[in-house]
């Protein structure tokens, strides 16, 4: 997903509860939906499960120590149902290239600073 806009939907900082509203653009429609953090370890472990929107959505970051600084994973699990079940198994590796730009702009904004 190239994701457009995120916005804070409960006070900061970060936390079990959290809300994010997010507008992305996704096989050239725009999609909105509400993440929910539902598990949170700082530097360490980030869940977020939509709470409402397209379809159901499970976003999970893990970060690690490595070699070069910090390894990150990210991990996008969901279960399409009606049109979405039709077309799962090209929406996900279109989701697959488009978090891999969205990590590439992601990789290259923390580097410049």
Do not use: C, H
């Amino acid at each position: 997903m190239n994701i457009k806009r995120v916005e804070w939907q409960t006070p900061r900082p970060i936390e079990v509860g959290s809300r994010f509203a997010f507008v992305a653009m996704f096989l050239g429609r725009r999609l909105e939906y509400v993440y929910q953090v539902v598990e949170y370890v700082p530097d360490k472990r980030l869940v977020m499960r939509t709470a409402d929107g397209p379809f159901p959505m499970e976003t999970t970051y893990e970060w690690e120590p490595a070699e070069m600084g910090t390894r990150m994973t990210l991990r996008n699990r969901g279960t399409p149902s009606g049109f979405s079940r039709i077309v799962a198994p090209f929406m996900s590796a279109a989701m697959r290239r488009a978090n891999q730009k969205d990590l590439a702009a992601l990789k290259a904004r923390l580097e410049a600073k």
